[in-house]
């Protein structure tokens, strides 16, 4: 047997770049690079292995940990799982600030790998610099912090271990159902040990990620309740895209059986926005057509959807209907005591498609269905073509202004995660593009938004990228777009400055509480009050373009400019806090005190309750 004797950092490096997964019949790289933030836990073994081979699979540079893994999940999900990134960071703070983006790609079946340092196998030297001490645990380390967010976790404490440990981490990584981040946890003297490896084992075979067809018993009774239907409604989840002509296969099967489609946050974009058959957005920030006609079906057939309470209106939605639930990974499957159809979207939409021939949904069904979504495309049009309003412009117009520009019709890719955005965007955001719309909403993280941006431009550098983001969340995170200027990689920031957290001061007013600590205006302050933010001039100390606007006149102007510069833009404008689209949605339980001195809380309480005993409880 022929080896090669290498450091385990060198070895794990060298099997990264040689994998090849197949890609529209070609073979792609599987990792488009690294991103690595260097400390004393990573710099010699990996910085080392990373350095030598830098051609062969680069190395990014980030300003925050968290930030460059929220760039690595965000380049995965614009290439529908289909290729990723890897993160390695050193042992104590950068390892700890891992553990919300793996978090967040976690709960979006979104593939990382995440290559922390880790202390000394040794423990010669403990306790070194940021190490955690565990004192009723010593092979306790932080990166422990990320097993409950890991689909697969080791921890390499001799170099052999990478024999069997990298094909289980990329097994994991591109199996379609057990999909999610990877940690590899690196102890620091183990990355320089050395070790003679096989040369057969970077000789990893093509990777062709296997769509799982449909048990037979399974296809048998899903065709069985659909032909007991009459008004069917499909709701298209991420699953959707991240099959294999998932998109197509959809649009086939509705126009097939007159299906109308609703979409969730992580589905939109499945099926073009002026379909006949699109009802658009689906749930708590769905649009009236989907609303309407979700409460009037008698089967929902979910695909590739978690039915989180966004989608179900905490499961008051569609309690009439019965459920079938394509999706490939079990415990989504079975979700709501849904009848299971697990396999891959596309599949099992064809298998369906084959034995429903000549089966269709009553012609009145179709009929209203696409009335219903004639009628919301024009409200669309109607709220998203305002130019001019009485006061500040709220999300729903800004939106307009961003998709009414020169060139904005063609290829932008929309990209957001958290606050008031996700819903007017889920509603108003028009693509006809498959990925044409970038939402974060499993985990509706803040901070993602700018990050994330980066991550898709690194996917797309050939398309706009939009990000679109409140005061709130550029706050949390921001520094990766001094990483974009860097790169050359050119984002548009339109950052949405409504004073504070609205979204949640809403929220919090709807429950009965008083505006507090959310609008900077409601919380406390020192004797000068808060301090105006000038994000534009912030944006320019990044090295980005910047400037401030006052009007959707002017941001259509700054839009303008900032898709014909060469590097990246931030316009920032003023919005309303109060309006959001009234249009469409429906109740999304948040729980009420049941106790208080407060009578608007009682009132709040009271209609809680009530929305409770219409759903039995």
């Known amino acids: 047997m022929n080896t090669v004797r290498l450091t385990m950092a060198q070895a794990l490096v060298r099997y990264l770049a040689n994998l090849r997964i197949e890609v529209d019949g070609q073979p792609e790289p599987l990792f488009g690079g690294v991103w690595a933030i260097f400390g004393h836990g990573n710099v010699a073994g990996m910085g080392e292995a990373l350095y030598a081979a830098r051609d062969e699979l680069p190395t990014y540079r980030a300003h925050n940990e968290q930030g460059m893994a929220h760039a690595a999940i965000a380049y995965a999900k614009a290439h529908f799982r289909r290729r990723m990134m890897a993160v390695t960071t050193s042992i104590g703070p950068g390892a700890t600030n891992l553990v919300t983006a793996a978090a967040l790609a976690h709960v979006n079946r979104l593939p990382v790998l995440l290559l922390p340092g880790d202390v000394f196998v040794s423990r010669a030297p403990d306790p070194v610099l940021q190490q955690v001490e565990d004192f009723g645990d010593g092979t306790v380390s932080a990166n422990d912090c990320l097993r409950p967010v890991s689909r697969y976790f080791d921890r390499i404490v001799h170099p052999a271990q990478l024999l069997t440990a990298l094909p289980r981490a990329i097994a994991t990584l591109t199996d379609p159902a057990q999909c999610g981040p990877v940690t590899l946890a690196l102890p620091q003297d183990v990355q320089t040990m050395a070790y003679d490896y096989p040369e057969s084992f970077f000789e990893a075979p093509l990777i062709k990620v296997a769509a799982l067809p449909p048990a037979e018993a399974a296809l048998t009774a899903a065709e069985a309740l659909l032909r007991q239907a009459r008004r069917p409604l499909l709701v298209a989840g991420g699953g959707t895209l991240y099959s294999e002509g998932g998109g197509e296969a959809l649009r086939q099967f509705a126009e097939k059986h007159g299906i109308p489609v609703a979409e969730t946050q992580a589905g939109k974009s499945a099926l073009p926005w002026d379909h006949p058959l699109q009802l658009g957005a689906m749930g708590v920030t769905g649009s009236t057509a989907a609303t309407v006609l979700a409460r009037e079906c008698d089967l929902v057939i979910a695909v590739g959807s978690r039915l989180q309470d966004f989608t179900t209106g905490s499961n008051s939605l569609f309690p009439q209907a019965r459920l079938l639930n394509i999706n490939v990974a079990t415990p989504d499957a079975i979700k709501a005591g849904a009848l299971a159809l697990q396999g891959d979207a596309a599949l099992c939409l064809q298998a369906l498609a084959h034995r429903l021939a000549g089966w269709r949904a009553e012609p009145h069904w179709r009929q209203r269905a696409e009335?219903?979504?004639?009628?919301?495309?024009?409200?669309?049009?109607?709220?998203?073509?305002?130019?001019?309003?009485q006061g500040l412009p709220y999300d729903g117009e800004v939106i307009g202004a961003v998709q009414r520009g020169p060139g904005s019709d063609r290829d932008d890719i929309a990209v957001c995660a958290a606050g008031t955005l996700p819903?007017?965007?889920?509603?108003?955001?028009?693509t006809r593009t498959p990925g044409g719309y970038h939402m974060e909403y499993g985990y509706s993280c803040m901070g993602y938004e700018v990050a994330g941006g980066l991550g898709v431009k690194m996917a797309h550098p050939e398309r706009e990228v939009i990000v679109m983001v409140g005061d709130g969340s550029y706050l949390m995170m921001n520094s990766e777009l001094a990483s974009s200027v860097m790169l050359g990689l050119k984002l548009i920031v339109v950052l949405l400055d409504n004073r504070g957290y609205g979204c949640i001061n809403r929220l919090q007013q709807a429950c009965g509480g008083e505006p507090f600590n959310n609008l900077l205006a409601d919380c406390l302050q020192g004797p000068d009050g808060h301090t105006e933010i000038d994000f534009a001039a912030h944006a320019r100390a990044l090295g980005a373009h910047g400037e401030h606007v006052r009007d959707i006149t002017e941001l259509?102007?700054?839009?303008?400019?900032?898709?014909?510069?060469?590097?990246?833009?931030?316009?920032?404008?003023d919005t309303d806090p109060t309006r959001t689209t009234a249009e469409g949605g429906c109740w999304w339980e948040v729980a009420v005190p049941e106790v208080s001195n407060s009578d608007k809380v009682l009132a709040a309480r009271q209609a809680y309750e009530a929305q409770l005993a219409r759903r039995g409880y």
Do not use: F
């Open 556 to 573: 259509e102007a700054a839009l303008a400019r900032a898709r014909a510069a060469r590097k990246s833009s931030l316009i920032c404008i």
């Open 423 to 430: 819903a007017e965007l889920h509603k108003l955001w028009r």
């Open 371 to 389: 009335a219903e979504a004639e009628a919301w495309r024009g409200a669309v049009a109607r709220i998203t073509g305002r130019r001019e309003v």
